[in-house]
């Protein structure tokens, strides 16, 4: 493999219906920075399904500067052989230098097959990506390489931070989750370069039939996208006492999550839970309610734009992580917030 061959960030674009997902705005946006990284002048997404074409458009906007589309009705559902073929037949036709997918269902099942496929690494899971020096520091008798992507992820049950690289094959490939990379603000407008691939397909006995597609259906809020969350923990102390929570969720307008241990209590869904092995947000204020602050929950959420604690544990790790904090009993402290933010909010409309 001559690594010289490989050039350009190259996203994977999921689209689910014909709907683009986020996931692929938020890819787009961290391609844009390791482009610049690389000085490379252009950023290239992988569109793939049945009458896709459209979606450009929208991909042009928040980033990209080539689309390169794979558009046969082998391709109209998500199913793992013909996607792993369109995808990897684009990397051997195009050399990216880089590849990120995101870590959906989806993006789980193709992405690992696709680099065993291309034979080169994936790093699952990353939660920072960057260009930098591999080793990162230099090593007696290892040759040090510059422009790598590094690829962080937490490791050992999260216990620490592992920086990962993939010096000796191309393309470089990571899974990021969603709603840990951010997108950029959209270019209305912008247009992209459209080039059409065909990478032809014969079905061999791993193209599965879908006979029935089932849509979940849930009534779970959908926390990812809250703008404001008030997160419970264990010190709550009851799924009854989370009635407090939701009261003051209700007045800010806010979506009401939680931490692990109160979905292995039983006490809500894991649809709500944050963290590592829950959901990344990124809200305007995160509420972190009897919430100790456990690095597997922080990874979750350090990324929201203001963290407010409330916790009787004045050392409770929480408080490192928070931008305002307040020691004490939650039972007193949450209705009491609820109370005078609905006094002012009152106060307000009357004036
Ligand atoms: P606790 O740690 O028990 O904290 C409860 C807090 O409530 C304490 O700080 C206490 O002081 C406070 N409190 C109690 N009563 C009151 C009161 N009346 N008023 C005010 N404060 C009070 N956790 C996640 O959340 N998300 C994940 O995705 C996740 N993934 C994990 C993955 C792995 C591989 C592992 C090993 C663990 C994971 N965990 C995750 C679990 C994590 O390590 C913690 O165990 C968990 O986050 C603790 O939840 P908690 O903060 O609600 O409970």
């Known amino acids: 493999m001559s690594l010289e061959e490989y050039k350009g960030v190259f996203i994977f674009a999921q689209q689910v219906d014909n709907e683009l997902s986020n996931i692929a705005l938020e890819l787009l946006g961290k391609a844009k920075d390791l482009a610049a990284d690389l000085d490379e002048k252009k950023v290239t997404a992988v569109l793939l399904g049945e009458n896709v074409e459209n979606l450009a458009d929208k991909l042009a906007e928040y980033g990209a500067d080539r689309v390169i589309v794979v558009d046969d009705p082998e391709l109209k559902d998500y199913r793992t052989e013909p996607y792993t073929h369109a995808l990897a037949e684009v990397i051997k036709e195009y050399k990216p230098e880089i590849l990120l997918v995101g870590a959906t269902a989806i993006g789980r099942d193709l992405g690992p097959r696709v680099s065993s496929r291309v034979h080169t690494g994936l790093t699952a899971d990353c939660t920072q990506l ?5 080793p990162l520091t230099p090593m007696p008798g290892q040759e040090q390489k510059h422009k790598q992507l590094l690829m962080t992820r937490p490791a050992f049950g ?36 459209v080039v059409k691939f065909n990478p032809g397909f014969t079905k061999n006995n791993c193209y599965t039939e879908i006979l029935k597609i089932v849509k979940e259906t849930t009534n779970v809020a959908n926390i990812a996208d809250a703008k404001i969350l008030v997160s419970g923990g264990r010190g709550v102390g009851s799924p009854e006492n989370f009635k407090i929570l939701e009261d003051l969720a209700e007045v800010l307008h806010g979506t009401v999550s939680c931490s692990r241990a109160v979905v292995d209590n039983g006490w809500k869904p894991k649809e709500l839970q944050v963290g590592q092995t829950g959901q990344t947000v990124r809200p305007h204020v995160y509420f972190a309610i009897g919430i100790s602050g456990a690095i597997q929950h922080v990874a979750g959420m350090e990324e929201s734009d203001i963290i407010i604690a409330i916790n009787k544990d004045e050392n409770a790790p929480i408080f490192d992580v928070a931008d305002y904090g307040v020691v004490g009993d939650l039972n007193k402290i949450v209705p009491e917030l609820t109370k005078q933010i609905k006094e002012a909010l009152a106060a307000k409309t009357e004036a």
């Open 158 to 193: 999260g216990n620490t931070i592992a920086t990962i690289a993939c010096p000796n094959f191309r393309p470089q490939m990571a899974t990021v989750r969603p709603g840990v990379m951010q997108k950029i603000a959209p270019n209305k407008g912008a247009k992209a370069e």
């Open 130 to 134: 960057e260009i930098g020096d591999f």
